[in-house]
């Protein structure tokens, strides 16, 4: 079996990937309280809902990203034949 290596640089970009997802999260998190006129503590004591949907949010992003780098890949693959 191969050893595979993950870069530094890759780490870091996941970092961001994961914590622009959480700020996406809060933000609709804060879209729905306002529009909804639910008090501002709920922002706190539903943090739990928002770090699973920030996981959620990665998780689509990631098969997103699959499918595009492997959609990419395939047509790179069938140009070259």
Known sequence: MKDTIITARRKKTELITL?????????????????????????????????IFTFVLYVFWGILRLLFYGMQALFKKKSRS
Do not use: K
């Open 19 to 51: 914590l622009v997802c959480f700020v996406v999260s809060n933000l609709l998190h804060l879209y729905a309280i306002i529009a909804y006129h639910a008090p501002f503590t709920e922002m706190i004591t539903s943090i739990f809902y928002i770090v």
